[in-house]
T-cell receptor
Framework: SQQGEEDPQALSIQEGENATMNCSYKTSINNLQWYRQNSGRGLVHLILIRSNEREKHSGRLRVTLDTSKKSSSLLITASRAADTASYFCATDPTSGSRLTFGEGTQLTVNP | DGGITQSPKYLFRKEGQNVTLSCEQNLNHDAMYWYRQDPGQGLRLIYYSQIVNDFQKGDIAEGYSVSREKKESFPLTVTSAQKNPTAFYLC??????????????FGSGTRLTVV
């Protein structure tokens, strides 16, 4: 079963704009992670945020986590055409030993 | 460079055939995973292994088999019992333990098509 659900399913923006993607989940987690997948390729790990953290930054990425609402958001600032990809959240549940992935947000950044 | 290698990149299977997808890692990771991805969808876990000579079924294990004889290798066999095998298959690895510090490292995938 898919623990994480991303919203929106698809997002199209202009280069230079910010992109925000959201993820909701259902059970208690140790951490939440975001991955990027370029078309036809494997996933690349972007950032991991622990359940006791509320915000984390990495370059142009900003991730927030609200465990009371069981939700997370990924913000990509000053987007570039090269950011065009699918973005997945993945949850590391306290009850299990492996990640569970959502269905992803397809981001298109138009030049 | 350390990483995960999946081969082949493209694979064609005839009806009734078994095929094996290769996954090799040189990251010294204990845990390895196989995921299936259908078009426009997320990843579904097929099998995972946290240690050599041990593996567990994931959410969609029917019609698949694996082995873990070496730490570096985790091949996936798609058997004739898998009725709809056409998909993109992704292998991943990670460190093991109760606390995860890093994410998974993924291979570049194998696209399997039934002909």
């Amino acid at each position: 079963s898919q623990q994480g659900e991303e919203d929106p399913q698809a997002l199209s923006i202009q280069e230079g704009e910010n992109a925000t993607m959201n993820c909701s989940y259902k059970t208690s987690i140790n951490n939440l992670q975001w991955y990027r997948q370029n078309s036809g390729r494997g996933l690349v790990h972007l950032i991991l945020i622990r359940s006791n953290e509320r915000e984390k930054h990495s370059g142009r990425l900003r991730v927030t986590l609200d465990t009371s609402k069981k939700s997370s958001s990924l913000l990509i600032t000053a987007s570039r055409a090269a950011d065009t990809a699918s973005y997945f959240c993945a949850t590391d549940p306290t009850s299990g030993s492996r990640l569970t992935f959502g269905e992803g947000t397809q981001l298109t950044v138009n030049p | 460079d350390g990483g995960i290698t999946q081969s082949p990149k493209y694979l064609f299977r005839k009806e009734g055939q078994n095929v094996t997808l290769s996954c090799e890692q040189n990251l010294n990771h204990d845990a390895m995973y196989w995921y299936r991805q259908d078009p426009g969808q997320g990843l579904r876990l097929i099998y995972y292994s946290q240690i050599v000579n041990d593996f567990q079924k994931g959410d969609i294990a029917e019609g698949y088999s694996v082995s873990r004889e070496k730490k570096e290798s985790f091949p996936l066999t798609v058997t004739s019992a898998q009725k709809n095998p056409t998909a993109f298959y992704l292998c991943a690895s990670s460190t093991s333990g109760t606390v995860m510090y890093y994410g998974y490292t993924f291979g570049s995938g194998t696209r399997l098509t039934v002909v």
